[in-house]
């Protein structure tokens, strides 16, 4: 093993994206597979088979324990399970100051056209009267609405609450539950469960006569792949908390 190495234990291994990535991880030649966990494993395996870096792609109610696991043990992360709210971030915060220099990542999307996406939505969304964000899933996904809507959400509205634009035009007075979807800081979030599909997202920008939309389709989990390898050869270099892929790359938006 050369000495520039990253030795990888990947978290849940059997699942749709964790299985990606064990292949993406064996194919990188400057990677070693060193753990493939799954449910029911003992995290003890990631420290004795020598890892340095962990990437968790398991569900939201593992994650956070994982994280904070391999933070405790000096090993980066790089996580693409959704999940991590506010609290959770808050306290991974916390966690990262009692070890200096272990990285985390927090990437709710790992595609770069998606990245992209979230962060043209949020330039543009200053400068339309109405924005809301459709997010369209496979059928097998737990959580509603996707970490990359609420992280999207997230990132409009504080674009937004800068140029002081006013919440979107709604003259609803009535409605069935949910009609309207769910509300992520002022902006409605639309999730659409449907066979065939694998991760899609379209951003509705509305004004006087005119429409922008921006949508992004990740087809095949190879997608989010290079998001991974570029996690892991990252982290060493970025100590403490980054949320979000685009943290590591230089947008210039
Ligand atoms: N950031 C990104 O680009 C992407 C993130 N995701 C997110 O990644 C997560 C996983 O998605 P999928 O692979 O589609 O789900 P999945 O259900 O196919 O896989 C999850 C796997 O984790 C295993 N698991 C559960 N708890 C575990 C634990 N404590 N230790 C080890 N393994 C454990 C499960 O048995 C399962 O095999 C979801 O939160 C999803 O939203 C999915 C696609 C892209
Ligand atoms: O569960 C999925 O499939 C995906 N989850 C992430 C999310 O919730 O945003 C990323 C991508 O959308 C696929």
Known sequence: MSAQQISVAVLGAGGRMGSEAVKAVEAASDMQLVAAL???????????????????????DSTEANVHFAVENGLHAVVGTTGWDAQRLQRLEQKLTEHAGVAVLIAPNFALGSVLASAFAAKAAQYFESAEIIELHHPNKVDAPSGTAVRTAELMAAARRELHVPPSPDATESQLDGARGAVVEDIHVHSVRLRGLVAHQEVLLGSAGEQLSIRHDSFDRASFM?????????????????YGLDGYLDLGL
């Open 226 to 242: 290079p998001g991974v390898l570029l996690g892991l050869r990252t982290a060493a270099s970025r100590p403490g908390l980054t």
């Open 38 to 60: 799954g449910r029911g494993d003992s995290l003890d395996q990631v420290v004795e088979a020598g890892a340095t870096h962990i990437v968790d792609l398991t569900v939201p």
